[in-house]
């Protein structure tokens, strides 16, 4: 297999924007900036799981009760997608009678830091997706001028 430098750009563009998705940082480490990945993936994981820690997991990822809060959370891809099938697996060990809603503002403050990491994450798959087309790489030198105009 090719390394990520190597690739070609029909392939590398969506390439960095899906691994993005799958997990925060890797699609910048696909883009050829590993430190910059890096330091996206532990940002929004720590966010993500911080916020998930603070509300706990059956109550932060809940699509039926928190609708909106999970479209800005399934954009952290696999660390939702994990949260909300260890939640489901809480939530179908109690009974319906157990089952009631937090009214504490931990469960709020969790909705938020979960939501956050994702709609972090959509700046970070835009970032990884600009960083991988070479189009985009050229140096503007204000020294220089502006552009040639081609005749």
């Not at 480490?29 to 890096?38: E, N, T």
Request: net charge positive; proline share 6%.
């Amino acid at each position: 297999m090719a390394s990520p430098n190597n690739m070609p750009t029909a392939v590398k563009m969506p390439l960095a924007g899906l691994a993005g998705w799958i997990l925060p940082g890797l699609g910048h480490i696909v883009a050829g900036h590993k430190q910059r990945g890096i330091i996206i993936l532990v940002t929004i994981t720590l966010t993500f799981w911080g916020g998930v820690a603070i509300g706990g997991v059956r109550n932060s990822v809940d699509p039926q009760r928190q609708k909106l809060w999970f479209m800005a959370q399934i954009c952290s891809g696999s660390h939702a997608l994990v949260a909300y099938t260890w939640g489901n697996a809480e939530r179908d060990g109690l009974k319906k009678d157990e089952l009631v809603s937090s009214q504490w503002r931990s469960v709020e403050l969790a909705l938020v830091f979960t939501g956050v990491a994702g709609l972090l994450n959509v700046l970070a798959m835009m970032d990884a997706l600009v960083r991988s087309d070479p189009a985009s790489q050229t140096v503007n030198d204000p020294r220089r001028g502006p552009p040639a105009e081609a005749t």
